[in-house]
C-alpha cells in the first residue's frame, strides 16, 4: 500500500475528552494501511493557512473502513479542522512516516501526557491483539481532560492529574515506573511514550535512574512539520550519534536511544 | 490552433524542457521522494542546494507556518557533493527528467569544487545558489554585484553545463545582480529565492524558529517574487524562470505573462502534490484557450528574450 493523497468523508465528530475533537473519517485504503502510530497530512482551508496538519490516526478499523484523530484545537488550522461536519471531505495524505514496533511478547506500558493520548487507543488495541499486558499511563491537567479508560479495553488504565482531579496529583511521570515492573523485572517491558518534550525527558530521566534500557522505550515524537514525506527537511530531530534524523521519515516512532536527549527541542504543540 | 500546445522551453546551452513547470531547490529533495507528484507534468528537478562536504544542517526547530507562507531555515543539510555524484547521478541518469544541481557554497573556491564534481552524467544543468538566507555567508555573494560576477564567471570557467544563477530577492536593485551574472556567462537566472524573515512565539518569547531568521515562501511573496521578475526579464537577454509562491495555474501564468521563460514550483510541492500537473495542464489549456501556439507568445511586452529562444 502505498501513501495516496485522497478525499476522505467525514462519518462522525465528537468530543473524546474536554477540549479535544475526535473526527472519524471513511477512507478503506487507509484505513487498511496506517500501522499504530503513523500520521496523515490533513489539508486545511482556514484563511492564511498554507501548509498541510501532521495528525497520527488514533486509531483505524480495516473492516469499516474508519480512521480516527484526535486533536486539541491550538490554531486556525485544528479549529477549522474542528468545524467540519458529517460528509465533509478532507484531503488525507498517508500514511506516513514508522509507527511503533509492536511485536514481542513482554508487557507493554504506554505513557501518554496531554494530547499525547491521542496516539494510543490504535495501539493499545494492536497491542491487546497480540496477546500482551498492556498498561497505560496518562497524564492530564484536570480529569475533563482525560480519554476514558473505556477507550482502553482490555488494558490497566492509571491516570494523573496536575490538579489532582483525579487519580495521582501530578505529571504522568510520577506514575513510572508501575510496580508491576518488579514482577517482570526477569524478562523487561516494552514502554511507548507520547507526550509534551518535558514529559517525554523527564521519563527518560526516570528510566536511566532506574536502570531501564532506552532501547525498551519507543517514542511518538511531535516536531513542527512541513511536508511529511522527507522533502522540506523542516522535522529534523537530533539523532544520539549526531545531526540529525526526520521525524517524518525515521519517525514519528522512534526508539528512545536513537535520540539526542539533551538536545531536543520543545515543540509540541498539543 | 493544434490542441496540444508547445509548451516546450529552451533555457539555453541545450537545456530543452518538456514543460515549463520545474520543482525548486529545497522542496523537492534529490527526486527521490514524492512520489504523489506527477514527474511527466514537470520540465525538470532543481536539486536541494549542495555543498562541498556534507552538512547537517540547522539546529530545530527550522520551519514555522506564517500568514499565507512559511519560514525555513533548514540550513543547506545536504549529502555533500561527492555522494550526489557518485550515487544520485547515475540514477538520475536513466530518467526521462532532467535534474538540475543547486550549488552553494561559502566561498568562490567550493563553488567551483562543487561545480567541477558534477561534470558527470546525470546532471543536466547547474543552479547556482548565492542567495540562500539561511546559513553563515548564504547571502553574500548575491547581494554584490561584482561577487555575483566573479563567482558566475568562477563557475562557467569549469563547466559545459547549462548555468542557471538563482538570485535572492534581498537587495536594493536586483536587476544589477542579473545584469551582472548575465554578463559573467550565467545561461539563464531565477528569480526569486526566499525573503529573509521571522517570526516571534509570544507565549514562549523567542524566535519560532531557532536561528531568529528564515527565509519566507509561499503565496505571502508571490506579487513580490512576480514584480522583480517583471523588473530582470524586461532588462536580461537571457530566460528568467519565475519562482515564489505559485500555487496554481493561474499563478504560473502571472509570472508567463510577465515575461518568465519558465516557472518552480516550491511550497506548493508541500501542500498539493497534485499541483504540478494541475498547473501544466491549466498553462496547456490557457494556451489553447487563447488560440497562442506555444508559452513564448505569453509575456505581455516585448522582450529581449523572446529573440534569444
Partial sequence: MS???????????????AGAVELVLHHPPSAVAVAPGQFFQLAVSAPHTLLRRPYSAAWSDAASGRIGFIFNVVGAGSAWLAARDEGHELDLLGPLGRGFDLEGARPAICVAGGLGIAVFPGVVQ????????????????????LLPAARFAGAQVQVSTDDDSAGHRGSVVTLFPPPFMGEDQGGGVDIFACGPTPMLTALIDVARRQEIPLSAIQVALETPMGCGIGTCLGCAAPRAV???????????????????WDRITDAFHG | MADRPDLTVDLGRGLHLRSPVLVASGTFGY????????????????????????REGNAPIRIAETPSGMLNAIGLQNPGVDHVARVYAPQWATWDLPVIVNVAGDSV??????????????????????????????????????????VTQAVRAVTELPLIVKLTPNVTDIVA????????????????????????????????????SGGLSGPAIKPLALHAVWQVAAEVHIPVIGVG????????LEFLLAGAAAVQLGTVNYVRPQAAAEIHDGIAAYLVQHGLPDIRALPIRPLSVLSHV
Avoid: H
Avoid at chain 1, 494492536?126 to 481532560?145: D, W
Avoid at chain 1, 549526531?242 to 539526542?260: E, H, N, S, W
Avoid at chain 2, 527526486?31 to 556534507?54: E, H, M, N, W, Y
Fill in chain 1, 242 to 260: 549526531g545531526g540529525y534524523f526526520l521525524t517524518c521519515q525515521d519517525g514519528p516512532c522512534v526508539r528512545a536511544d536513537r535520540i539526542a
Fill in chain 2, 177 to 212: 545582480v542579473a545584469r551582472a551574472v548575465e554578463n559573467a556567462g550565467a545561461d539563464a537566472v531565477s528569480a526569486i529565492n526566499t525573503y529573509v524573515g521571522m517570526a516571534i512565539d509570544v507565549r514562549r518569547r523567542r524566535p519560532l524558529i531557532s536561528r531568529g
Fill in chain 2, 109 to 150: 573556491d567550493e563553488y567551483v569544487a562543487v561545480a567541477t564534481r558534477l561534470n558527470v552524467t546525470g546532471v543536466a544543468g547547474l543552479e547556482l545558489n548565492i542567495s540562500c538566507p539561511n546559513v553563515e555567508s548564504g547571502l553574500q555573494f548575491g547581494v554584490d554585484p561584482a561577487l555575483a560576477a566573479e
Fill in chain 1, 126 to 145: 494492536a497491542l491487546i491483539a497480540r496477546g500482551r499486558k498492556v498498561i497505560v499511563l496518562q497524564g492530564a491537567r484536570t480529569a475533563a481532560q
Fill in chain 2, 31 to 54: 527526486g527521490f521522494d514524492a512520489p504523489q507528484v506527477d514527474r511527466g507534468a514537470l520540465g525538470a528537478i532543481v536539486s536541494k542546494g549542495t555543498t562541498l562536504r556534507p
Fill in chain 1, 3 to 17: 501513501v495516496v493523497v485522497a478525499p476522505a468523508v467525514v462519518v462522525e465528530r465528537s468530543v473524546p475528552m
Fill in chain 2, 245 to 252: 509562491g505559485i500555487m496554481t495555474a493561474d499563478d504560473a
